[in-house]
């Protein structure tokens, strides 16, 4: 993404029903590039639809809901914890039913240790959040629905609204990821470097270990001419010579 992505995704927050041509203008791009930097900013996954998000307040929507769904105790594979592929069918079930929800997805509960559903309801008041709730309930994949009400003016805006920061962070996330990754492959290609040298170094020690044996197994103050040591030393490299071509043949 570059600025001109961001001046995009800026207008296009603030005026999802504005015209390419004027977007085009206001931008001072040709209408066809502007084309083709949304299409693109859709391929990227950057941006998924740029529709109208209106104030839930505004039509009496007061109570906004936050939800932590739960699968039924039967219907989490018997393992206790359900699958993310089972909580997005399940998803799918309820977004289909209910026209409340503002927004939906499959999370996990840290302190349970479990995949569950998070959901952003608009209600007009108690008994409509009841009656909706409820209702959810009689499904029986379903289990424990926790809620908190959110007392956030404007919640729509706030969920989707984009701004310069909240880009700014995502490049530098992004940015300190690539960092990161790159000192752990220079720290694995040191590990190895070591292992290497390591190898190298026992092999070295190997060979020290074997003349130091040899030389425990022939002391050498019992031999009075040394001349003789050294023919006893290169007997014992003939031999070793020897086993080895065996071992090869």
């Not at 309820?94 to 240790?113: H, N, P, Q, T």
């Not at 008994?127 to 729509?156: C, Y």
């Not at 909240?166 to 470097?193: F, S, V």
Request: cysteine-free; charged content about 35%.
């Amino acid at each position: 993404m570059d600025e001109t992505d961001y001046k995009i995704l800026l207008a296009l927050s603030e005026n999802s029903r504005v015209s390419f041509k004027k977007l085009a203008q206001s931008l001072r791009l040709k209408t066809n590039r502007l084309q083709y930097r949304i299409e693109k900013l859709v391929e990227q996954g950057l941006l998924s639809s740029y529709t109208s998000i209106f104030n839930p307040e505004s039509i009496g929507l007061n109570k906004i809901i936050l939800a932590h769904i739960a699968s039924s105790s039967q219907h989490s594979g018997g393992t206790g914890n359900p699958t993310v592929k089972f909580l997005e069918d399940l998803l799918e079930i309820i977004l289909a039913d209910f026209d409340e929800i503002m927004f939906a997805s499959v999370g996990y509960d840290d302190l349970k240790k479990e995949n569950i559903l998070v959901m952003i309801f608009a209600f007009y008041d108690s008994d409509h959040q009841s009656s909706v709730i409820e209702a959810i309930k009689e499904n029986p994949l379903v289990g424990v629905i926790e809620t908190t009400e959110l007392a956030i003016s404007n919640i729509s805006h706030r969920l989707f609204t984009i701004t310069p920061a909240l880009l700014n962070k995502r490049d530098t996330i992004l940015r300190n990821k690539m960092i990161d990754d790159e000192k752990e492959h220079q720290r694995h290609a040191k590990e190895h470097e070591n292992d290497q040298e390591s190898d190298d170094s026992g092999e070295e020690d190997s060979e020290f270990e074997s003349i130091e044996r040899l030389e425990e197994d022939f002391d050498i103050e019992d031999i009075e001419d040394l001349e003789d040591y050294s023919a006893f030393i290169d007997e014992n490299e003939e031999d070793k010579k020897e086993d080895d071509e065996d071992l090869e043949f």
